[in-house]
């Protein structure tokens, strides 16, 4: 789900930052903080409202069909991140810069944008042009041995 409104890009942030404080000051473990430290990251989180658009992607844990009954999903995780990688790589095509950010967890998503119980938040993906001065963390990928 595309999102370009203001109003609602700043309740997303809300919604991201509540769950990213916690995380930050209570669930995450100290190897994790510390593999973060380098990057700079923290509980703040206002790209989510300067970006022009937010993409949230959902997937279906299960499909409801025209009788009601649940109708089973076969790999929807597998199949939504291929699906975003997609996306990723056309944006990035397109000349449009992408973050992806997933807090955990993301169940404010499905009220903020009134999405039924069986689809679940996958990530937000915060899409524009790279803002003046923007850095890249310089992150090395590690060697195939």
Not at 101 to 118: A, C, D, V, Y
Not at 131 to 142: D, F, M, S
Request: charged share 25%; aromatic share 8%.
């Amino acid at each position: 789900m595309a999102v370009a409104d203001a109003a609602t890009k700043r309740r997303i942030r809300e919604g991201a930052e509540a769950e990213e404080r916690e995380f930050y000051a209570r669930r995450a473990p100290q190897d994790w903080l510390d593999a973060l430290a380098p990057l700079g990251t923290d509980a703040d989180k206002p790209f989510l409202e300067t970006a022009p658009w937010l993409i949230a992607v959902f997937y279906e844990r299960f499909g409801i069909g025209p009788d009601g009954v649940k109708e089973k999903r076969y790999y929807p995780h597998e199949s939504v991140g291929i699906a975003t990688g997609l996306l990723i790589a056309a944006l990035h095509g397109a000349g449009l810069a992408t973050l992806t950010h997933t807090p955990s967890p993301m169940g404010f998503l499905n009220e903020i944008l009134g999405r039924p119980k069986n689809e679940m938040p996958y990530l937000l993906l915060v899409v524009g042009h790279a803002a003046e001065g923007c850095r890249v963390p310089a992150i090395e990928r590690l060697p195939l041995a």
